[in-house]
């Protein structure tokens, strides 16, 4: 069975983005926490899709320009995730989206979905996010890892990561790396 990976960057007070929404502190979007290799899918919920596709589109299209939503130009390895976007099935969980840009992505209406897409071979999938399809994810037991890059930074409110989980969830610590940019925890579930 394929496992799922959950990955996000977070401040250390457990917030995902600052209470205006700004993500300003993170310093890149690239891969850093080492899935591209490791999956052939992956899945969002429908309010986090259409960001996503935009976002990781623009850099497709404009890899040399400054990105709206971060002002900056993208890195070397945020355009080689771009591309990995266009290539790799993303699985959109939504009763509201009703098209996707993206030729590779499938709208799924029921979670039920997702159980089997992660019963059928392959390599692992990334749950991409957004923090209430996640939440959603780990209170169904469909989660299997959960990496988090802990930024060095304290933003006092904004939006959580579990304010969904209903219930405890056991984790294993299984990995810890430094970065200059936070540290990143892998654990088990």
């Known amino acids: 069975m394929r496992k799922i990976i959950a990955a996000f960057r977070m401040s250390i007070d457990g917030f995902i983005e600052a209470a205006n929404g700004n993500q300003d502190w993170v ?34 299209s404009s890899p040399k320009d400054v990105l709206p939503f971060t002002g900056k130009k993208a890195t070397e390895n945020e355009v080689e995730y771009a591309q990995f976007t266009q290539k790799i099935p993303h699985i959109v969980l939504s009763t509201k989206l009703k098209e996707a840009k993206w030729k590779k992505t499938i709208i799924v209406r029921n979670v039920e979905e997702i159980r089997k897409l992660k019963d059928q071979t392959g390599k692992d ?53 430094p970065f200059q940019s936070g540290v990143k925890l892998t654990y088990e579930l």
């Open 27 to 60: 310093d890149t979007w690239e891969d850093i926490f080492g899935l591209m290799p490791q999956v052939d899918a992956c899945i969002l919920g429908g309010g986090m899709y259409p960001g996503y596709e935009a976002y990781w589109s623009t850099i497709f």
């Open 125 to 177: 999938i990334y749950a991409v996010g957004g923090p209430t399809f996640v939440s959603s994810l780990l209170n169904l037991g469909l989660i299997d890892e959960l990496r988090l890059l802990v930024n060095p930074v304290i933003l006092g409110s904004g939006k959580t990561l579990f304010k969904d989980v209903s219930e405890r969830h056991q984790l294993k610590l299984v990995d810890i790396k």
